[in-house]
C-alpha cells in the first residue's frame, strides 16, 4: 500500500511538473506557437502573433480575430520567438500587419499561401514579415504549406521563451 501511495504521488508530481524559460510574451510582435496534434496524432500546431499582455491576433476556424493572450492556461507546450533581424519596431508592424487582417476567412487550403483573402494561423504570422519586410521564416519543410513550427525551427527566428506544463 505504501508503494502504491508514493507510485501515485510520484505520477501527480509529473503531471503537476512545469519548466519555464524567460518571462511570458507580452510584448507586440512575439510570435506564439504551440505544437499541438489532432487527437495526439496529427501534428496540427497553432500560431498567433502577441498583440498585447492580453491580446493576441490569430487565425482560428471562424477567421482571423483578437483573442485572449492566455495561452499557458490553456497550451501545454509553447515557444515564444522572435524575428532575429527584426527590432521591435519591425515586430510591432508585423503585428499591426496581422490586425489590419481581422475579419478575413480561415484558408482551409494550406498549400494556398499566396492569397492575401483569408489565412490559416501561421500563414497569417509568416505573410505579415514577408509582406512586410520580405523575409521569408518558411523552411520548406511541409512544401508549399507553412507549418506553425517552421516558424520556431526558421533559421531566421530566435526562440525567447519556452513554456511546458
Same mark, same amino acid.
Given at each position: 500500500?505504501?508503494a /502504491?501511495?508514493?507510485c501515485l504521488?510520484?505520477?501527480t508530481?509529473? &503531471?503537476?511538473?512545469? /519548466?519555464?524559460?524567460g518571462?511570458y510574451? @507580452? %510584448?507586440?510582435? +512575439?510570435?506564439?506557437? !504551440?505544437?499541438?496534434? $489532432?487527437k495526439?496524432?496529427?501534428? !496540427?500546431g497553432?500560431?498567433?502573433? &502577441?498583440?498585447?499582455?492580453?491580446? +493576441? +491576433?490569430?487565425?482560428?476556424?471562424?477567421?482571423?480575430g483578437?483573442?485572449?493572450?492566455?495561452?499557458?492556461?490553456?497550451?501545454?507546450?509553447i $515557444?515564444?520567438?522572435?524575428?532575429?533581424? !527584426?527590432?521591435?519596431?519591425?515586430? %510591432? @508592424?508585423?503585428? *499591426?500587419?496581422?490586425?489590419?487582417?481581422?475579419?478575413?476567412?480561415y484558408n482551409?487550403n *494550406?498549400?494556398? @499561401?499566396? /492569397?492575401?483573402?483569408?489565412? *490559416?494561423?501561421?500563414?497569417? +504570422?509568416?505573410?505579415?514579415?514577408?509582406?512586410?519586410?520580405?523575409?521569408n521564416l518558411d523552411?520548406?519543410?511541409f512544401?508549399?504549406a507553412?507549418?506553425?513550427?517552421?516558424?520556431?525551427?526558421?533559421s531566421?527566428? &530566435? @526562440? &525567447?521563451? /519556452? *513554456?511546458?506544463?
Open positions: 500500500m505504501i /502504491t501511495t508514493l504521488s510520484m505520477e508530481t509529473k &503531471v503537476l511538473a512545469s /519548466t519555464e524559460n518571462p510574451p @507580452t %510584448r507586440r510582435g +512575439v510570435i506564439l506557437v !504551440t505544437p499541438d496534434k $489532432y495526439n496524432l496529427i501534428p !496540427t497553432h500560431a498567433a502573433i &502577441v498583440w498585447s499582455e492580453t491580446q +493576441v +491576433v490569430e487565425s482560428l476556424s471562424d477567421g482571423v483578437m483573442h485572449s493572450n492566455d495561452w499557458k492556461k490553456r497550451k501545454s507546450k $515557444y515564444g520567438v522572435t524575428v532575429a533581424s !527584426t527590432n521591435t519596431g519591425q515586430d %510591432r @508592424t508585423a503585428a *499591426y500587419w496581422c490586425k489590419k487582417q481581422c475579419g478575413k476567412k482551409f *494550406y498549400l494556398d @499561401t499566396k /492569397t492575401r483573402k483569408k489565412f *490559416y494561423c501561421s500563414h497569417l +504570422v509568416w505573410a505579415s514579415f514577408l509582406d512586410s519586410f520580405k523575409i523552411t520548406s519543410a512544401g508549399d507553412v507549418h506553425p513550427m517552421e516558424l520556431v525551427n526558421s531566421k527566428t &530566435v @526562440t &525567447v521563451y /519556452t *513554456y511546458t506544463r
